[in-house]
C-alpha cells in the first residue's frame, strides 16, 4: 500500500542530502538504510567505486516475490550542480528549491518512488515479481555508475528506468545513438600584422568546418551540435591550435554514424583546404534502442497505467539514460515519466502526487508482470 506522507517524507529526506556527482556517499547511505528497514528485503552497496571514481558504490536491494520472474527499478543518485544545500519550498502540492539550487528531483524523485513501491509489495500478499532495485552513481556526468557494471549483469530482465521528464503513465520507448568529438586543428602561428603570409590560422579552419555543418535537427532525425570553441593567444598573432567540440545523436544506429562519418570529412577537409592538419578523436557515448509501442513489456505498463487511472502512452526521447548502458549489457530497460520539471535549473519542481503515482506504477507493474 502506497502511503502519500510517507513519500513526501522521504523526498523531502533525500533532497536535502548533498549529492553532486562523484560525491554520493550521503544519499547511498540514506536509501541503505531505507531499503534494509523493509521486511524481506535485502540491500547493499556494490564493489564499483574504483571504477566508477565516486565515493560510494552503487546501492542494490533485492526483494523476493512468488513469481519466476525479477523485475528491475532503477534510479540515479546524483545530481547536477547547484545542488548542495538544498531548501525545498512546498507550494500547493509542488516542491521547488529556493531558487538558488536545483531541487534534485532529478532523480529523487525516482529514487522516493521505489523506496516507497517497494515497502508497498513488502506489505502484500498477493503474486508478484521478484524486483531487484539498482540506485547508481555518476549518470549526470557520464553514466559511469551503470557503466561499471559487469557487461553480463541482465539476462534479458525488463528495467523500469525512473528517470522521464513526463508524467507517470508515459513510457520512452527509444533513445538515440550518441556519438562526441574533439577535433584539434593545427596551423600556423605568424604575426598577424608583419608577416600574416606566412601563418595558417587554425581558428579559420575551425570556422570554415563549422559554417559547413549541418546543426541543429536534421532532415533524418538526427541532431548535431557543435558545443565548445577555443583557440588562439592574442589579436596580433595567427592561431596555430584550435579546439572544437561537438556531438550526434540518432534513434538509428546506421544514420549516427553516416552524421558522424559526414562531420569528420567536413573537418578533414578544412584542415586541407587552409593548409593545416586536424586530429579529431570520436567517442560512442552511449548505443541507442527502440521498442515497439505494442512490444508485450510496453503494453503491460501502459496497461497498468491506465488502471490506476493515469494517462498511458509512450515516447521517444532524444536524450540518453541509465538505460542506454543497461540495455548494452544485456537489459531490457524502460524509461518512464517521473514528473520532474524544468530539469538542470533552478526553476526545477516535482509534483509530490506524481512520486505518489510512480510508486503505485511500479507497485502495479510488479504485481502484474
Known amino acids: 500500500m502506497i502511503d502519500p506522507k510517507r513519500v513526501e517524507s522521504t523526498f523531502l529526506d533525500l533532497v536535502q542530502l548533498d549529492s553532486p556527482s562523484k560525491f554520493e556517499a550521503p544519499v547511498a547511505q540514506y536509501c541503505l538504510h531505507a531499503l534494509q528497514t523493509i521486511p524481506g ?21 533485492f526483494l523476493p516475490g512468488s513469481k519466476p520472474v525479477t523485475l528491475y527499478l532503477t534510479a540515479h543518485m546524483d545530481n547536477v550542480e547547484p545542488c548542495r544545500g538544498v531548501k525545498p519550498v512546498i507550494r500547493d502540492g509542488v516542491v521547488y528549491s529556493d531558487g538558488t539550487t536545483v531541487l534534485g528531483g532529478d532523480d529523487k524523485g525516482g529514487i522516493a518512488a521505489i523506496i516507497e513501491a517497494v515497502r508497498g509489495l513488502s506489505q502484500s500478499d498477493e503474486p508478484r515479481a521478484s524486483v531487484g532495485v539498482l540506485l547508481t552513481v555518476q549518470e549526470e556526468v557520464g553514466l559511469f555508475g551503470s ?49 600574416p603570409e606566412a601563418g595558417r590560422s587554425a581558428i579559420q579552419m575551425a570556422a570554415w568546418a563549422i559554417s559547413q555543418m549541418k546543426l541543429g535537427r536534421l532532415e533524418n532525425g538526427a541532431s548535431a551540435n557543435v558545443g565548445k570553441v577555443s583557440g588562439g593567444s592574442a589579436n596580433n598573432v595567427i592561431p596555430a591550435s584550435c579546439i572544437v567540440t561537438g556531438e550526434c545523436r540518432s534513434l538509428d544506429g546506421d544514420i549516427a554514424r553516416g552524421t558522424m562519418e559526414s562531420m569528420e570529412a567536413i573537418l578533414q577537409e578544412a584542415a586541407a583546404r587552409f593548409g593545416g592538419t586536424v586530429d579529431s578523436q570520436w567517442t560512442l557515448e552511449y548505443e541507442g534502442f527502440r521498442y515497439a509501442d505494442d512490444d508485450p513489456a510496453v503494453l503491460r505498463i501502459l496497461d497498468a497505467a491506465r488502471s490506476l487511472g493515469l494517462t498511458a502512452g509512450t515516447e521517444v526521447s532524444g536524450g540518453g539514460t541509465d538505460a542506454n548502458i543497461l540495455s548494452a549489457k544485456g537489459a531490457r530497460p524502460l524509461v518512464l515519466g517521473a514528473g520532474m520539471t ?20 511500479l507497485e502495479a507493474c510488479a504485481l502484474s508482470w
Open 41 to 61: 528485503c535485502t540491500a547493499w552497496i556494490d564493489d564499483t567505486a574504483p571504477l566508477s571514481g565516486s565515493d560510494t558504490g552503487n546501492v542494490r536491494a
Open 147 to 195: 557503466k561499471s557494471l559487469p557487461d553480463d549483469f541482465f539476462h534479458g530482465e525488463t528495467v523500469l528506468v525512473c528517470d522521464g521528464d513526463s508524467k507517470p503513465g508515459i513510457v520512452d520507448v527509444g533513445a538515440p545513438y550518441h556519438y562526441t568529438f574533439k577535433a584539434e586543428f593545427r596551423g600556423v602561428a605568424s604575426h598577424a600584422g608583419v608577416a
Open 342 to 361: 524544468d530539469i538542470h535549473s533552478t526553476k526545477e519542481s516535482i509534483a509530490l502526487a506524481d512520486i505518489v503515482d510512480l510508486a503505485r506504477l
